[in-house]
DNA sequence: CGATCTGTTGACGGCAGTCAAGTCAAGTGG
DNA sequence: CCACTTGACTTGACTGCCGTCAACAGATCG
């Protein structure tokens, strides 16, 4: 057996996307030849992933990190449209372009696939595009529950609404020594504008409602991207 | 041979969905098993589809009408998230149900298809489920520039985007008989409260953003739902 | 012809955007 | 080690767009 592919299935074996992502649908036979066409790339903070309109060569799929995708208007305007995080995938199937840019938010490892070998892999094994599928649909779903915020949520139920999907997403649960309650910690990975752009609004008003949320005693600050849920219940409630 | 089969296949002739929409995918054997399977129901304006969070038994094409998507919060704010045409699709394979509602816009008329029996079809026929996938693909990329609008344009870019939109899906051009110029007319099929839905916004405003066009010289209004476009390259520009 | 639904326009106020100053943390170089 | 710079974040003052409330105008229909 070929030591490229050993250490490829190596970590797989820690991979997201292995257990709850695409490859999730892939018996380890299947997955052994997935994984021989695919190579990992890594990028910087800030590093471009692709560029609106851009043909991209490959489909990957998140191994590590946050991506932000993002439209931007001809005066700088600014609105991301998606936030990737593992095990989600990025690229577009079947040869279409999109007026979207890609770029890491933080640190990034991405799973590539050459794109037509991808979509041949697609045809082999229907179980992959199903998948493939599912997650589309699921995707849609977010981002038409993302519209009902843009368009109707005020400035203080979308700062909410933020932290509790990252809450639900990407917390760990700590001992609160003073309380002995646990609570949940969350990381933001994006800095005020990034965040404003993902809300749509400015990233003076993000702050201010981080602030007003802090004074509600619905989340503490424990650091400058780092917060504690104290009342998940309110925090729902203040976010429509 | 079957006289409802025989009248399905007629119908089938003339339907959007045969020719630009999902049963494109199919060959007319294909098709015709596929039509056994279907039957048409009628809606009136303002009919309700499905609830939200309702596990709809059907999956079904848009013969003919206009169906509105909607999200409504707790408070009565409503926000559309989806206007369907033929030959879009309604509904959602694979057994997850959405908190979205859907509504008979004008009046509707639905090719449907019992869930289960789609389903099965979808694995028999790859063709169908590819062709599925890409027109899912292609609702999260008008979802996407959907997030644009709502979160970072003005009230007289949406409204210009909404009737540039309009104009490359629904027009009939016609002749203008004083300037013997060509003018695209447009339908809007919507009331103005239903309009502001879908743009995120009030219907006061959107009545003064298109009384705003109008003295602009973008459009003119021939009825209360029906404009015609003067000036397309000033009106996307207007549309950011 | 009145009732009702739909669309238009005006006056006013508030939420969030803009502009600007200031704080804080983490480098960087002398 | 400290002055200085830089980038990220916070807070304040003011403005303006758009939402709210309200009156009115047209259209449609029994």
Redesign the interface.
């Given at each position: 057996m070929d030591a490229e592919v050993i250490q490829g299935l190596g970590r797989c074996g820690t991979c997201p996307v292995r257990h709850s992502g695409l490859c999730n649908a892939l018996t380890s036979d299947e997955l052994a030849r997935f994984k021989s066409i695919a190579n990992l790339r890594a990028f910087q903070p800030g590093e471009r992933i692709f560029l609106s309109d851009e043909r991209s060569e490959f489909f990957s799929a998140v191994f590590t990190g946050v991506v932000k995708?993002t439209?931007i208007?001809?005066?700088g305007?600014?609105?991301m449209?998606?936030l990737l995080m593992p095990p989600d995938c990025l690229g577009?199937?079947?040869g279409?372009t999109?007026?979207?840019f890609a770029e890491a938010a933080t640190q990034v490892e991405l799973c590539c696939f050459p794109r037509d070998r991808f979509e041949n892999m697609l045809?082999e094994f229907?179980d992959l595009?199903?998948r493939?599928?599912?997650q589309?649909?699921?995707?849609?779903?977010s981002?038409?529950?993302?519209?009902?915020l843009?368009?109707?949520?005020t400035a203080e139920e979308r700062v909410a609404s933020l932290f509790l999907i990252l809450a639900s997403r990407t917390t760990t649960t700590v001992k609160d020594q003073s309380l002995g309650a646990e609570r949940k910690t969350l990381e933001l990975h994006l800095r005020r504008d990034e965040i404003a752009d993902f809300?749509?609004m400015t990233y003076e008003t993000v702050c201010r409602q981080i602030t007003a949320l802090q004074k509600q005693g619905l989340i503490t600050k424990l650091g400058r991207r780092r917060f504690s849920v104290v009342d998940i219940d309110a925090l729902s409630q203040a976010a429509?």
């Open positions: 995708v439209k208007l001809f005066d305007r600014q609105q449209v998606g577009r199937v079947y279409r999109n007026p979207f045809e229907p595009k199903q493939l599928l599912e589309t649909l699921d995707e849609l779903d981002a038409r529950e993302w519209m009902v843009l368009g109707r949520k809300l749509g429509g």
